[in-house]
């Protein structure tokens, strides 16, 4: 079997094994990016008796989005580290705490 008969048998196998893959799997790469935070404002009396701001100032998150699949549904992946922080507007009194998190949510449009 000379060279060019292998060749051309392997390209059609590779052209039929394309064909085969689910859109996905050829869709383009997932980007990464890290998220972001904002602060979270709660007006007095819907909470708590006092305003209140919710804040993130150790804030290691990582955010995931996947190409849209044909249905126009997109997957976005959260994964990360939060140490969070709540403070009384009024009296300035804080407490905060840490959490992971690790989650995924999947729009349709």
Do not use: W
Not at 80 to 88: N, P, Q, R, V, Y
Request: charged share 15%.
């Amino acid at each position: 079997m000379t060279t060019a008969i292998r060749l051309a048998r392997a390209l059609g196998l590779a052209a039929a094994c394309a064909l085969l893959l689910p859109a996905a799997a050829l869709a383009a790469p997932p980007t990464h990016a890290p998220a972001v935070s904002f602060p979270v404002d709660l007006p007095a009396g819907d909470y708590c008796e006092h305003a209140v701001v919710l804040t993130n100032p150790s804030f290691r998150s990582k955010d995931t989005q996947y190409a849209p699949l044909p249905d126009g549904t997109i997957r976005i992946r959260d994964r990360g580290m939060a140490s969070s922080l709540a403070t009384d507007v009024t009296t300035g009194a804080t407490s905060s705490s840490s959490i992971h998190v690790s989650c995924s949510m999947t729009t349709r449009r």
